[in-house]
């Protein structure tokens, strides 16, 4: 089963949940894909570094 949770808000490519395995991520309440979660991520670590 495959079901669309909703855009990544970074590349606004269609998040899914595949089999109950959801194939993104929720940061700070908005939807990234896992590509773009892990970009994100990277970013927060650095932003809070400074
Ligand atoms: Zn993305």
Same mark, same amino acid.
Do not use: P
């Given at each position: 089963?495959?079901?669309? %949770? ?10 899914? $949940?595949?089999? !109950? ?13 896992? %590509? $773009? ?5 990277? !970013? ?7």
């Amino acid at each position: 089963m495959r079901e669309i %949770i909703g855009k990544c808000q970074a590349c606004h490519k269609d998040v899914f $949940c595949e089999n !109950g395995f959801f194939e993104g991520e929720q940061l700070d309440g908005k939807l990234y894909c896992v %590509i $773009c979660a892990e970009k994100a991520l990277e !970013g927060y670590t650095s932003e809070k570094n400074e």
